[in-house]
């Protein structure tokens, strides 16, 4: 790793010994691999910029009618690193359900429900009650004291400083000071657009690495999502993969025990998305409630918002969990489901590997 161009602004900030590892995205891979540090001994500083963590694995209030879980909606098991991650979970009481053995699959949104067919595969789709929201606050409540989260903290670049990685953050809902905290480690678990941009804007070269990790793609989604004034009778679990576009899931969130009321969730296609992607919100919404008609039938949305996911998936994911680059400055590693082979556990995966490999470091 090296550092070719000066690092980003803000120079006039003072440099704070933060932590022995700094970590950036408090979504679950960077909750996961900053439990796992923290375990392993270090101190952990654990910014997002969010108001609360959870990145994509997130649950709202729509008009203050229902709760929705807006991205995910079932995750899979499949590695023993992730079940013993998920006894954790059940552990701190968080209520791991599963839903099926298989949702109802369909070929294109316009035929309606009526061609839907429900192939059970044996394989366990698990849900969250209460959505996924409950499970990011379990895992947030029960970090260790050594890790110290700092929600809405916004990183606007990595650099070197003085020996260090130096991570430049600032107030990301509000006007305040910027700062730059120092630390020998740094894990990024960003989207790796995002995380490649910050290491860009302080002036880090990940060499092959950085030039590897700029090649994988991600997919967008536009999420509708809506609290429905009756049950929208999706067939058999309450959940509908599409195979064509332009949509390509349908989730009922009340059958998925999210909340009480019926929602729906639908998530366009990644090319829909893509061509819609700055459009504004009623054009979106109002095309996604047209072809959804053969599955709402007189079924109206009492309130719906739009979530637009620019780095929704990773469509080219890596296996080896973590990526990590040695320099001057320190170890600086990069997390999340595009190195973990995707999906929920491939984030909560690469965040145990990305820690576990980082800790080493730190000991080492
Ligand atoms: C629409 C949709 C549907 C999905 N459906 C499923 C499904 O059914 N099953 C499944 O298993 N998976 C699904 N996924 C994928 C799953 O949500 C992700 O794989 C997983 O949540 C990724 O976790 P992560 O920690 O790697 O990344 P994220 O959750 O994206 O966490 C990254 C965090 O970094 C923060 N961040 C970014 N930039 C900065 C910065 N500059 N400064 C500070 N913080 C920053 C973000 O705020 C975020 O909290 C879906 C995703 C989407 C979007």
Redesign the pocket.
């Known amino acids: 790793m090296s550092a070719p161009g000066a690092a980003a602004s803000p120079a006039a900030a003072s440099t704070e010994r933060a932590a022995d590892v700094v970590v950036?995205?408090?979504?679950?891979?960077?909750?996961i691999a900053a439990r796992r540090l923290a375990e392993e001994g270090a101190q952990v500083l654990l910014?997002?910029?969010?108001r609360r963590?959870?990145?994509?694995?997130s649950t709202r209030r729509v008009a203050d009618l229902g709760r929705i879980d807006?991205?995910?909606?079932?995750?899979?098991v499949r590695s023993e690193a992730f079940a013993g991650e998920v006894d954790r979970w059940r552990a701190l009481g968080v209520p791991v359900v599963e839903w099926s053995r298989g949702h109802a699959r369909a070929r294109h949104v316009a035929e309606g429900p009526e061609g839907a067919i429900t192939p059970a595969d044996g394989h366990p789709r698990y849900v969250i009650e209460g959505g996924f929201g409950t499970l990011t606050l379990a895992l947030t409540r029960a970090l260790p004291a050594a890790v110290t989260l700092q929600p809405a903290?916004?990183?606007?670049a990595v650099a070197e400083r003085d020996g260090r990685l130096a991570v430049h953050?600032e107030p990301?809902h509000r006007p305040g000071p910027p700062r730059v905290v120092a630390a020998p480690r740094v894990l990024l678990?960003?989207?790796t657009p995002?995380?490649l941009a910050?290491c860009e804007a302080g002036g880090l070269d990940l060499g092959e690495t950085g030039a590897a990790l700029a090649r994988l793609r991600w997919g967008p989604?536009l999420?509708w999502l809506a609290v429905l004034d009756d049950d929208p009778g999706l067939p058999a679990p309450g959940g509908v993969q599409l195979e064509e576009g332009p949509v390509e899931?349908l989730a009922d969130g009340a059958r998925r025990g999210v909340g009480e009321r019926p929602t729906l969730t639908a998530?366009a296609s990644g090319p829909w998305s893509l061509a819609r992607f700055d459009a504004p919100d009623a054009v979106v919404a109002d095309r996604l409630q047209a072809l959804l008609r053969p599955w709402l039938g007189a079924t109206q949305p009492l309130a719906w918002r739009l979530?637009r996911?620019r780095?929704?998936?990773p469509l080219d994911p890596w296996q080896a969990g973590t990526a990590r680059v040695d320099g001057g400055g320190g170890s600086l590693a990069l997390?999340?489901?595009?190195l973990?082979g995707?999906?929920?556990?491939?984030?909560c995966t690469?965040?145990l590997a990305s820690a576990e490999d980082l800790a080493d470091v730190v000991q080492g």
Request: net charge positive.
């Open positions: 950036v995205g408090a979504g679950l891979a960077g909750l910014v997002d910029k969010g963590p959870g990145g994509r694995a807006q991205g995910p909606q079932f995750f899979t903290v916004r990183a606007v953050v990301a678990t960003a989207p995002q995380a910050l989604t999420s899931f998530h979530k996911w780095y929704a998936r997390a999340g489901d595009a973990g995707a999906a929920i556990e491939g984030a690469s965040g």
